[in-house]
């Protein structure tokens, strides 16, 4: 069925450091996928997405890289900031299903 | 800020009580959501709105009753809940009913059943 995830639960990284937050998704009929920051005491906001034709999106110290072959999502956040520290989740939808489906979650903790 | 309120921010009910949450927008919006976030679990959407219309249910039980009186204001109406139903209830909203599209999220109540 379909199933969206997250590898690691919990993400440790020194501030400076470049982080990779990972998202594996079953449904190869995905195109569109969306990668979400919730801080704590806040709702997700929205940070980045990406559509299904294309392979890596860059935005402000974030990148979001897709591998369809493999059905693998990634967000890299460059020179990681206390203010980065909150759960990230992606999710994903298709024009097929209507759908939106969301992952669990990763905690992103920063240290100093 | 993202343009969506919600309240209360806390509630504590009991399984007899009758209460409700609020949502507002004030981005000119056509869609408004509700979404349960439990710990552990993927947010799970339970009502979508459009033009004021329900346009989608979750098979959401009907102990949570929604109310969209206008395209600026959501309630969700609760009454004999259970423990389990204890979450961080979100409101979103956007621009159209969409779900491709960016959604704004309030900050969510957080309802703890007794």
């Known amino acids: 069925g379909e199933s969206v995830g997250l590898h690691l639960p919990t993400l440790s990284v020194q501030e400076g450091d470049n982080s990779i937050i990972n998202c594996a998704y079953s449904?190869?009929?995905?195109?569109?996928f969306i990668w979400y920051k919730q801080e704590s005491g806040k709702g997700p906001q929205f940070i980045i997405d990406i559509r299904s034709n294309m392979d890596k999106r860059q935005g402000q110290r974030v990148t979001v890289l897709l591998n369809k072959t493999v059905k693998h999502l990634s967000l890299q956040i460059a020179a990681t900031q206390p203010g980065d520290s909150a759960v990230y989740f992606c999710a994903e939808a298709s024009y097929n299903t209507d759908k939106l489906i969301f992952g669990t979650g990763t905690r992103l903790q920063v240290f100093p | 800020e993202t343009g969506v309120t919600q309240t209360p921010r806390h509630l504590v009910m009991g399984m007899t009580n009758k209460k409700s949450l609020k949502c507002e927008q004030h981005l000119g919006h056509n869609a408004m959501y509700w979404y349960k976030q439990s710990a552990k679990k993927p947010l799970e959407l339970m009502f979508v709105y459009s033009l004021e219309e329900r346009v989608e249910n979750n098979s959401v039980p009907s102990r949570f009753s929604p109310e969209c009186p206008n395209s600026s204001h959501l309630f969700l109406h609760l009454h004999t809940l259970q423990p389990e139903d204890s979450a961080l209830y979100l409101c979103a909203s956007s621009q159209n009913y969409d779900r491709l599209g960016e959604q704004y999220f309030g900050p969510g109540t957080r309802l703890t059943v007794t």
């Open positions: 449904n190869s009929a995905s195109d569109y």
